[in-house]
């Protein structure tokens, strides 16, 4: 069993937090981690940030200019998961874009995942129809590629579900991450349709910032997936965000165990 | 491999949210892509609208300045809105409106293609918003005021450079919340497919007019085709034509700004490298490790980090070559060309005049050379005067 499959066997319903690597610092990104996992967090999801991404919303996006400003490399990403890899076991899955891993050579990006222990990596402008891109090179190196589902994937769904590999990131709402006060999507008929064809678990993200949001979104899937809210505690505290982060964290996960009475 | 690829380059890389919007945009587009009807409706359009045909003039006096081949212009500079831009917007609008979409988002650097889109929504009852660099604002004042006169509401994009490529970026992520009911009209022959295919067809009309006015007026081919590249749509506009015909030489110019060996520079083909980014594979301004590097060009619309993906085949293949023009030798074909000709060209355009004024001397007089004049020059005059030093307030 690996690590991202364990964390499912023993959490049912996972929380999965995401921040931005190398926001403010790696050594603060170190930090929380290990912090995340100490509150609950099942599953840390680390953005390599990069230049465009186009896919998130103005929090993320700040977080990503801050980190590449700060110096942050995929190299040095890669030595911190090392680092990490000496004190943890929480599964950690990348979130990048298509070019930082198509220029760094998918071959010897996906063998670096292996060989420091990165169990996935999501890459949002890498659909089904070029998944080709990725899979000759993660497949050999055990590294699972997270698809997406959204809204709007209807008929697409099915397929994609049946390739997944790790887990179904499930997008709750049309436009980029971030904030949302309120989920309109119904997630209960796009999990249904997820789960006719896949064999991972899959969990909600985009828009959950609230315990509220959270407990409803792993209850209808398998987990909830939280980042801007978290990036923004980082923003707003930097070096001392570890201690809000564990806070916000704590009552988020204990939400999403809340679900899986 | 999958769709939409010219060699290795192109391809659809985008969030899945969008990927059912571009898959009905692709079967909108085959279906309509040969129906007699649209095309006759485009083409009256392209002919009572934007002007077309566009002339092919004879530049007497710079052919005889210059004193070695002979040089006509194509001058898309005057279609309705000032460049080559309207070509394109007016068949996407329409398709837009075929596919019954009632609200039109693009993306714009210069201001051109977004005062096309604009226009194209005025005419076809359309509500619009473009997504400008908040430094090409700044640059093109008076192109923003002018999509705003034609109804369309322009939103200033501070994130990254404030650029063409932040633009985009904010287009894409606009699109994506509200992907079911609004159009993506891209302007150039760049993004994930079908666009690329989609920007070429739609302005594949300028190299086919240019083969049958030359054919006319000196009863041959031409010998060069020249024209500038920033995603690169007016070149493969005028160049489509006659990619099958291989003693017709194409050039295509890149914005080098301070030049190739600065990092000021936007010169894709010269510096750049193999990546993916905005929804195709192709060559890109980047680092090691795939950041996209920021891009610098005096022209807004050449200011782009990438080119689209079938000027990198056309590359790859040798069919088509690349060559960058910088900053200064781009300003001095724009003063050469308004003094010379009395045709003030768009700074972009000017690009392709300044490598003409270097290869043209060089060649027998019997030889041909087309420059594809992209684009009028007044949206720039104050850009260039801030260039040379002239304190202008517009």
Known sequence: ?261 | MTKGRYGIHGGQYLPETLMNAVLELEEAYEHYRNDPDFLAELHRLYREYANRPSLLYYAKKMTEDLGGCKIYLKREDLNHTGAHKINNVLGQILLAKKMGKKRVIAETGAGQHGVATATGAALMNMECVVYMGSEDCERQKLNVFRMQLLGATVVPVESGTGTLKDAVNEALRVWTARCEDTFYVLGSCMGPHPYPAMVRDFQKIIGEEIRAQLQEKEGRLPDYVLACVGGGSNAIGAFYDFIKEPEVKLIGVEAAGLGVDDPKNAATISNGSLGIFHGMKSYFLQDEYGQIAPVYSISAGLDYPGIGPEHAYLHDIGRVQYVPATDAEAVEAFNYLSKTEGIIPAVESAHAVAHAMKLAPTLPKDKIMVINLSGRGDKDVAAIARYMGVDLHE
């Not at chain 1, 690996?2 to 999965?16: G, L, M, T």
């Not at chain 1, 840390?44 to 990069?50: D, K, N, R, T």
């Not at chain 1, 190299?75 to 090392?82: E, G, N, Q, R």
């Not at chain 1, 049946?162 to 709750?172: D, I, R």
């Open chain 1, 1 to 261: 069993m690996n690590r991202i499959e364990a964390a499912f066997a023993k959490q049912k319903k996972v929380f999965i937090g995401f921040i931005t690597a190398g926001d403010p610092s790696l050594a603060v990104t170190k930090e929380l981690v290990l912090t995340m996992e100490k509150a609950g967090c099942g599953i840390v999801e680390l953005g390599i940030p990069f230049s465009d991404p186009v896919a998130e919303g103005i929090v993320v996006q700040r977080a990503d200019t801050r980190a590449l400003a700060a110096g942050t490399t995929t190299d040095k990403i890669f030595d911190l998961v090392a680092e990490l890899r000496k004190e943890t076991q929480v599964p950690l899955v990348f979130l990048t874009y298509a070019n930082p891993i198509y220029t760094y050579g998918a071959d010897r990006f996906f063998a670096k995942c292996e060989e420091t222990g990165v169990d996935g990596v999501i890459i949002p402008d890498i659909p089904y129809e070029e998944r080709e891109e990725m899979l000759p090179y993660s497949r050999p190196h055990h590294v699972a590629v997270v698809p997406l589902v959204a809204p709007t994937s209807r008929d697409r769904i099915q397929k994609i579900s049946a390739v997944a590999e790790g887990y179904v990131y499930l997008v709750s709402s049309l436009g980029v991450t971030g904030v949302r006060e309120n989920i309109t999507t119904d997630m209960e008929a796009i999990v249904k349709e997820v789960r006719k064809t896949a064999k991972v678990p899959c969990a909600v993200g985009f828009g959950i910032s609230t315990p509220e949001q959270a407990k409803k979104m792993a209850a209808v899937s398998d987990g909830a997936i939280v980042g801007s809210a978290i990036v923004k505690i980082v923003e707003a505290h930097g070096e001392d965000s570890p201690r809000y982060v564990y806070d916000y964290v704590k009552e988020m996960a204990d939400a999403v165990k809340e679900a899986a009475k």
